[in-house]
T-cell receptor, first 111, second 112 residues
Framework: EDQVTQSPEALRLQEGESSSLNCSYTVSGLRGLFWYRQDPGKGPEFLFTLYSAGEEKEKERLKATLTKKESFLHITAPKPEDSATYLCAVQASGSARQLTFGSGTQLTVLP | NAGVTQTPKFRVLKTGQSMTLLCAQDMNHEYMYWYRQDPGMGLRLIHYSVGEGTTAKGEVPDGYNVSRLKKQNFLLGLESAAPSQTSVYFC???????????FGQGTRLTVV
């Protein structure tokens, strides 16, 4: 059974205080790992896809990296508008048509 | 370009009532999904479809039925609502295998 675990469950940062969110996974052959951002009362919004270990992708203050067991979402010098819940999901070989999601990390950036 | 649109956005049902949630996408995507999101449990897959006329069960299908009569629409039905079905429901679509999913804005359902 595919499993995705995100940590921490909640994270509070001061504006400008860099940190990382973790997504560890156990799947039968990873085909892709997806990061989403979800604002309160809204649907998840796509951020990145990573396909192989060693791959990195960046967007503004966010950088996603991937190893064979986990992915990190690094947030550099965050701003209050980065406050949201960040979700990761995996596409596994054994579940070709489905994405399995973690429970998310709720990030709060204080001004 | 509307993307993925869910109807309704909010609904309150009494135990035992039935209802249908509608998901419509205008991106010509093959795959469509229904998830429910509960506090601390993330998104759990209810049912999904890989093309017009096809449906399949996800992780938590009990108490729900779906239909995909047209490619652009995916309907989620609750035949006899229960308080355990109180949740936020999200529809998503994606072009195909291993592509990103696009989500609707959600339907907040309360069963009393």
């Amino acid at each position: 059974e595919d499993q995705v675990t995100q940590s921490p469950e909640a994270l509070r940062l001061q504006e400008g205080e860099s940190s990382s969110l973790n997504c560890s996974y156990t799947v039968s052959g990873l085909r892709g790992l997806f990061w989403y951002r979800q604002d309160p009362g809204k649907g998840p919004e796509f951020l990145f896809t990573l396909y192989s270990a060693g791959e990195e992708k960046e967007k503004e203050r966010l950088k996603a990296t991937l190893t064979k067991k986990e992915s990190f979402l690094h947030i550099t010098a965050p701003k209050p508008e980065d406050s949201a819940t960040y979700l990761c999901a995996v596409q596994a070989s054994g579940s070709a048509r489905q994405l399995t999601f973690g429970s998310g990390t709720q990030l709060t950036v204080l001004p | 370009n509307a993307g993925v649109t869910q109807t309704p956005k909010f609904r309150v049902l009494k135990t035992g009532q039935s209802m249908t949630l509608l998901c419509a996408q205008d991106m010509n995507h093959e795959y469509m999904y229904w998830y429910r999101q509960d506090p601390g449990m993330g998104l759990r897959l209810i049912h999904y479809s890989v093309g017009e006329g096809t449906t399949a069960k996800g992780e938590v299908p009990d108490g729900y039925n779906v239909s995909r009569l047209k490619k652009q629409n995916f309907l989620l039905g609750l035949e006899s609502a229960a308080p355990s079905q109180t949740s936020v429901y999200f529809c998503a679509s994606r072009p195909g295998f291993n592509t990103e999913a696009f989500f609707g804005q959600g339907t907040r359902l309360t069963v009393v």
